[in-house]
């Protein structure tokens, strides 16, 4: 009987140094306000002499800084209190979908420092040539962060597809792309250069973002659908992304609701993407190419088509999401994507497919809201997945030749 | 933006000596051949005497014996080995069920040392008095434990149903249980006093148990989907139980695959459990209210009424399946419950919907198979949990008075 499956090593000096230099920086991204020196120690356990090591160690790496001091009764000079650096690392985040490319910069504190996006039809465009236009993105980027002396952590790709763990693209089925090998691709650009790229699915990395824009309240356990040309999903459970055995979860698409009904692009029949995709809806409201603006417009004058095509799309949707809920207990839908959009008509529909047919839905109910990110919720979301691994393992950043 | 959501604490003494402990004793269950003190010195990088100190703490506490050295080359003399004991803590493993009542006893090396099976309808039974049989198969496995010098170091009970993390039954709708609290009815059992009581979902628990049962060659990840009456699913992700936000994953039974279709107990339409529970198969089959063994001798006979309720079945079940793995990226369907016996007639159907339906599959082939276990696998899956935990945590169990 196997006991354990990750392989284990004592706890030594040097990891205490990682363990307790990571203590100490999430500590002070969580605190309500900023703790001092003295706060910290008395929280963490640790002394107050090793607190201040580590804390001036934290602020030449440009990770925390010192802010003035709230004001506070007792005896004695008030003490400087602690923050997260936003003058020093920042997360490059990059997303290729179907009918847009967006790039931004985050930095420490979740603030955005740049923001692109550029509109256009990406399927006609070979993989090479959209990797080229991600290119200049990332030049652009680059000369924002010298510009603004912000140091670029890593970066992350979002893409609509299933993507291996070295950064292949498998399978976009919706752009057409297959075995698309970014990191040959994009690795060699000198902005990225030896800083570490990563890819992953849009759906996982707008997750990524709406769980760091949600509130702390939150129970941290939802699923975020990406409604696009494809419909891709995105299942986070206390508070951590759910990437399946491969990194292959979320395939909510491809989820057949009609098992003999539409083929599918896929090779498969009645999938969720042909009654409740961007294209479906449309086609349904008589809108086949029209901009999605051009059907919230439609809805809010009431037009029956129109209104009749979103009640369709979103039973179909309620019904693979109320398989959702019962299967992994999630108690939040998240409608992203152009789902956000068009949620005032989406989501009556799917609460009353959940109402009917969740087991656990008498008791415990489940909200379905639209994403609190727009359009460029998954680029957000790989800027703070960078963000997220420098403030998870400051040691390695504090290591990094170069910084 | 808040990181992390465990409260953190530095690293002090007390947990490294916890910490150690926990290293140590899963160094040696997982190691192939029994290491000596020093092999263990060498593998985790303790030093030798603390090793040793940790050792001794282990065997005096029952959960490591040495063994007669293993012929080695070299000088000096041979090192005695170290093993789990089999004469220390046992888990209780209890499964309430539709049609039977089990128990059993496992100790730390897995070996099963107690095992009962009383088959009877429990639906006409109310809920105390299952329980009060529940009492009675407690008791027994209480005297074999004397009777043997086994010491009970928990209890886990399996109940196809949703089940709080208090223990409460909120629904087990097969079973006609609504809110029973099972703590409170079988807690002040003589033989459970102070020893913990945990009540856990049955198809959750089988995953467990087939887990441990199955090969450290297999990936890990796996969807084990139990056939009864009702029909429920353990995940299992990298090894590890995949319960849900609330524990209440894995309700396969109600995962629509025919949205406006036959309705269900649940008051939804077209859940999998109208067209793939054992009810729905037997009655298909011309069979209603036979054992399922009339049902295997009839398919063994190629009879055309039963083959085809049996290839309708699976078809909806891979319906389910299908939807699962787009969603989860499991590569491994184990069909446990009465769908073990029927795994010959349900697999390759199954296999072709997968095919069909799932993106990946194509290049990521999906395993379907028959469980490892029979009958009992969530009883000795109850049992394998209890055990598991003295395995993570020893320091707890050498801290317990009375042990």
């Known amino acids: 009987m196997p006991v354990g499956a990750a392989a284990a090593t004592a706890v030594r000096q040097a990891s205490l140094r990682e363990h307790n230099l990571a203590l100490v920086l999430r500590h002070i991204a969580n605190a309500p306000h900023p703790p001092s020196r003295a706060a910290v120690a008395a929280t963490t ?32 000079r008030p003490a400087l209190g602690l923050v997260l650096a936003g003058h020093g690392p920042v997360g490059l985040g990059l997303e290729v979908n179907v009918d847009y490319l967006a790039a931004c910069l985050v930095d420490l504190t979740g603030t955005v420092r740049h923001r692109a996006v550029r509109r256009m039809d990406l399927r006609p465009v070979p993989p090479a040539d959209a990797l080229a236009l991600v290119a200049d993105l990332i030049s652009e980027a680059g000369a924002e962060a010298d510009r603004r002396d912000l140091l670029l952590a890593g970066t992350a790709l979002a893409v609509p597809g299933l993507v291996t763990a070295d950064g292949v ?4 089925p919706n752009l057409g792309w297959r075995d698309v090998d970014v990191p040959a691709l994009l690795g060699g650009h000198p902005v990225l250069a030896g800083r570490g790229l990563t890819v992953d699915n849009e759906a996982n990395l707008a997750a990524l973002g709406e769980l760091h824009a949600s509130s702390a309240a939150d129970s941290g356990n939802f699923i975020y659908i990406s409604g696009e040309v494809g419909i891709g999903a995105g299942i986070v459970l206390h508070n951590s992304l759910f990437r399946g ?35 479906a809806i449309l086609g349904g409201a008589g809108l086949t190419g029209a901009p999605v603006a051009r059907l919230v417009e439609a809805a809010e004058r009431a037009d029956p088509v129109a209104c009749q095509a979103l009640a369709d799309a979103a039973g179909a949707l309620g019904v693979a999401v109320a398989g959702v809920i019962n299967l992994l207990d999630v108690d939040t839908v998240v409608l992203g994507g152009v789902y956000a959009p068009l949620a005032p008509w989406l989501a009556p529909p799917v609460r009353a497919e959940i109402g009917r047919r969740v087991l656990t839905a008498a008791w415990s109910p489940v909200t379905v809201r639209a994403a609190l990110l727009g359009g460029d919720a998954a680029a957000l979301g790989a800027a703070g997945s960078v963000v997220r691994t420098v403030l998870d393992q400051p040691a390695r950043w504090l290591a990094r030749p170069g910084r």
Chains 1, 2 share one sequence.
């Open 245 to 279: 055995a491969r990194g292959w979860s979320g395939e909510l698409g491809h989820v057949p609701v009609h098992p003999e009904g539409r083929p599918c692009r896929c090779g498969g029949r009645g999938c969720l993407e042909q009654y409740a995709g961007q294209e």
């Open 45 to 76: 356990g640790l002394t107050r002499a090793t607190v201040s090591t580590l804390v001036d160690d934290l602020i030449t790496g440009r990770l925390l800084t010192e802010v003035d001091p709230t004001p506070r009764s007792g005896a004695g």
């Open 169 to 172: 693209v498998r399978l976009a």
